[in-house]
């Protein structure tokens, strides 16, 4: 299986028609439908069902979309360390955060480095600690932003001097708004939307106790913006972090804290025994020394 042919596949994916995509690779329909055809004997596993005016995607075609997409960014990715290598003010950092005030440090960082090396390019993904998790472990993201709790035993780390607070979004027109904090009393039997992620959820259980079974939990979600627009529609009431969405000026929401308070740390990680390209060594180094001050 080569990387130009899942280009190839990519470019059929993408396009759902032959000729389009063949047209796009700059190859005749014949030769891409020979490489298709190849790469479907080789995987054993129909990727297309092939309609008249329109290619989709199978099962085994949208598995192979999303490994053919790790693999090509990898791809690039390598290239591109191996072509930093003979200068190092240059290259590109890959650089993945949940949703926390946090990523306010690691931009202030980056706009010091920037200073000493404006060539170098950065790359931002934004997703919960799993997904972070996941692109660092198949080596597509350098560095990584969680919020804790999280698992971090295979990973060096920093932990920073930031910790997020814990509490609810609220309508400005709902009876929560004129509190000052919220108690686990306070929200049982209202419509909730909780974070998707399970460990997570174990400490949120945690803090309300025995109540947490009265909860009524009608939605999850891994970022908190979609959520967010719920409840601006007045159908919830998102459980999250400080200060993450505006409630100021002509915003119908207000974040009301949780009391007893309930707080979570924030760590950069990356991957352990990692040979870095050399702008994202530097930048770790700089992130050590400049966090040891």
Same mark, same amino acid.
């Given at each position: ?7 190839y ?31 479907e ?6 990727l ?32 591109k360390?191996?072509?930093? +290598?003979?200068?190092? $003010?240059?290259? %590109? !950092?890959?650089?993945?955060? *949940? /949703? ?5 440090i =690691? ?48 990973y ?18 709902s ?15 209202l419509?909730?939307?909780?974070? +998707?992620?399970?460990? $997570?959820?174990? %400490? !949120?259980?945690?803090?309300? *106790? /025995? ?5 009524? =939990? ?76």
């Amino acid at each position: 299986m080569e990387i130009r042919t899942l280009k190839y596949f990519l470019a059929v994916a993408r396009e759902e028609n032959i000729t389009r995509a063949a047209k796009f690779l700059h190859i005749t329909q014949p030769t891409l439908s020979r490489q298709l055809m190849q790469l479907e004997e080789e995987l054993d596993a129909q990727l297309f069902i092939r309609g008249k005016n329109r290619i989709v995607l199978t099962d085994e075609g949208m598995l192979l979309r999303r490994r053919a997409e790790e693999i090509v960014d990898l791809a690039k990715k390598t290239e591109k360390e191996f072509l930093e +290598r003979n200068d190092l $003010v240059t290259g %590109e !950092i890959f650089i993945g955060s *949940g /949703e926390t005030n946090a990523m306010h440090i =690691i931009a202030r960082m980056i706009r010091e480095f920037k200073q000493d090396y404006p060539q170098i390019k950065y790359n931002l993904f934004s997703g919960n600690a799993d997904d972070i998790k996941e692109r660092i472990d198949k080596g597509l993201i350098d560095i990584g932003l969680l919020t804790e709790p999280v698992d971090i035993e295979k990973y060096e780390f920093i932990r920073l001097p930031h910790h997020e607070v814990w509490g609810i979004l609220a309508p400005k027109d709902s009876e929560l708004a004129s509190k000052e904090s919220v108690t686990p009393q306070d929200l049982i039997d209202l419509p909730l939307l909780s974070t +998707r992620r399970m460990i $997570v959820q174990n %400490e !949120i259980a945690n803090w309300f *106790g /025995e109540d947490y079974e009265r909860l009524n =939990i009608i939605a999850t979600y891994n970022l908190i913006y979609n959520a967010a627009i719920l409840v601006e529609e007045g159908i919830g009431y998102a459980i999250c972090f400080e200060k993450l969405i505006n409630n100021l000026g002509d915003s119908n929401t207000c974040f009301i804290p949780f009391s007893p308070s309930l707080k979570t740390g924030t760590v950069v990680v990356w991957k352990k025994h990692q040979i870095f390209s050399p702008a994202t060594s530097r930048f770790i180094e700089k992130l050590k020394m400049s966090l040891k001050k």
